[in-house]
């Protein structure tokens, strides 16, 4: 009885999560414009995407944010998790919730403060202020990530570096960070493809030139539905799944016991 | 006692506190070129933190540690001349076997070939040959114990410091190990700093034993000392096993006197630990030199008891005594031979107490 709820539910979740996504990318092999009938199968959507200036240069732009983000989140996320544990600050705890609420903040309301932020502190609209943008909500995850690494490392460990003549910085550098590169892929990779993904904060945060893919997909969706559209999602789709997985694949490799050995 | 007259490590008055909790209480000690000693006493006692200070984790908030002859007090681990071997070993495991030990010969910026020439010294040192490739995780518990102690007296340390580096590993292979440790620092003539709470395991490989309770230094002696002449309860009942038996000073003849125990038992005792001015104390009886016979036995306290209790052990007999007069005794008893006067519950038996064996300690 519970069993069968349970395989109905199971159903249901998959249906309403998985088949228009099956639908969408079915139909980007469809050789009719329209997005209701098939006819027959053909590339030429992935052909025509492929020659599409506008859309491969906002491609451009939006690997250029997704690998500057993650390289700053990355950077920030794993000293900030470095310091926050190892070191006894007063407000510790309360600096750790700050930092996370951005992960949850309506992006809404992120890019409509961080426009006017940027407008305050005259910083011209571009590839800049759509990477900081991004550091903002992208760092946390990496941070997490980090810490729950962190929290299975040995502490004897960094000792035992400083204990051999090595300064905290270096001890640092050759001993904690290597120890704990298997999460930072795993928050950087997670990095990248939510600055690759976002599109309401970039929306308020970046300049014509800068524009990333999402947006340029989302301008194309309001003129109409076009198979071309299709085709782009299903390299985003497959591209994002595949991320995940390995980003997911990296973190499992590292919470296994992190043993001092 | 050894008292050494440049000490290699000197720590004078050395306090540390945790908040309330005071850690180490104003501890002195002199440590000698080429000793082995032992840093010895129950959890939270006061011996890591005291080592932890050696090494630079900890700073005193009183006192001061003087390496080598330099104020170390405030310096920090990396700039000491003290390596550690670690509880967990911490071998760094994303590095080889040779990386881990080459670690800090790199940070001392040691030329390649000599780098080279020491490593591959001190791998025959510590049989490792063969595992220069290998990684921490595929070792087993005895190998990475050789590699974290290679690592820490590669560089040639002034002293090395060891955090009860034995106690993961199982009893046999750590019976091994302390007599490979105690033949390593003679080898080296480098001073150690062993910390453990295994009393067998300082006993067998100290010089001397510096024995801690409660944040402070109990006893500083050799083994024989510290298992001869305990001087408080606490390192009598620590050291070996002891009765611990009030008494009460009946009269006094010089340096020997009568004194009655609890149950009404009365021996003679030598007096000249006795605390001064005082009525009351404790003795101290190791249950090994309670001699026990059904003949009559010559010592200078005789008494009759009977066997309360008798627990086998293979080579040994435990017996529990009750004297005549009421007192009880523990007392271990060798088996010597199947045939010879076997001992039995009940039975009715000689007991004599040597006066040397004797030793009285303060009432805690």
Known sequence: MLDG???????????FLYLPIGVLVAYSFNSSKLNILWESFTLDWYVQLWSNAPILRTLKNSLIVATGTTAVSVVIGTTGAWLLHRYRYKFSRSLQTLICIPMMMPEIVMGISLLIFFTAVSLPLGYVSVMIAHVTFCFPFVLVAVQARLQGLDPALEEAALDLGATPLKAFWLVIVPCLRPAILS???????????????????????????????????KVGL?????????????????????SEYLRRLGTRPAQAA | MIAPAQPMIDIRSVTKRFGDFTAVNDVSLAIGPAEFITLLGPSGCGKTTLLRMLSGFEHPDQGDIRIDGADVTHLAPYRRN?????QSYALFPHLSVWDNIAFGLRMQKVPAEEQRRRIEEVIDLVALRGFEKRKPTQLSGGQ????ALARAIVPRPSVLL???????????????????????????????????????EALTMSDRIAVFN???????????????????????????EANLVDAELLQRNGNVGRVRLKGGLEIIVPLDQWPEGHAKAVVSIRPEKVHVSKQPIKAENVFSARVEEE?????LDRLTLVTDAGTRLHAIVANESALLEAIHEGDQVWCGLHMDDLVIVAAD
Request: charged letters at 15%; glycine letters at 6%.
């Open chain 1, 5 to 15: 709820a349970l395989g109905i539910w199971t159903v249901v979740v998959f249906v």
């Open chain 1, 187 to 221: 928050g950087g990779l997670m990095a990248f493809t939510l600055s690759m993904d976002e599109l309401i904060i970039s929306y308020f945060t970046t300049s014509p030139a800068s524009a990333t893919l999402p947006l340029k997909v989302f301008g194309m969706a």
């Open chain 1, 226 to 246: 076009n198979p071309m559209l299709n085709a782009l999602s299903a390299v985003f789709i497959v591209t994002t799944i595949i991320l995940v997985l390995f």
């Open chain 2, 82 to 86: 003290v390596n550690q071997v670690f």
């Open chain 2, 144 to 147: 990475r114990q050789r590699v």
């Open chain 2, 162 to 200: 060891l955090d009860e580096p034995l106690s993961a590993l199982d009893a046999k292979l750590r019976h091994q190990m302390q007599l490979e440790l105690k033949r390593l620092q003679k080898h080296l003539g480098m001073t150690f700093v062993f910390v453990t709470h295994d009393q067998e």
């Open chain 2, 214 to 240: 409660q944040g402070r230094l109990e006893q500083l002696g050799t083994a024989a000392d510290i298992y001869h002449r305990p001087r408080t309860a606490f390192v009598a009942d620590f050291i070996g």
């Open chain 2, 311 to 315: 627990v086998f052990q293979g080579a």
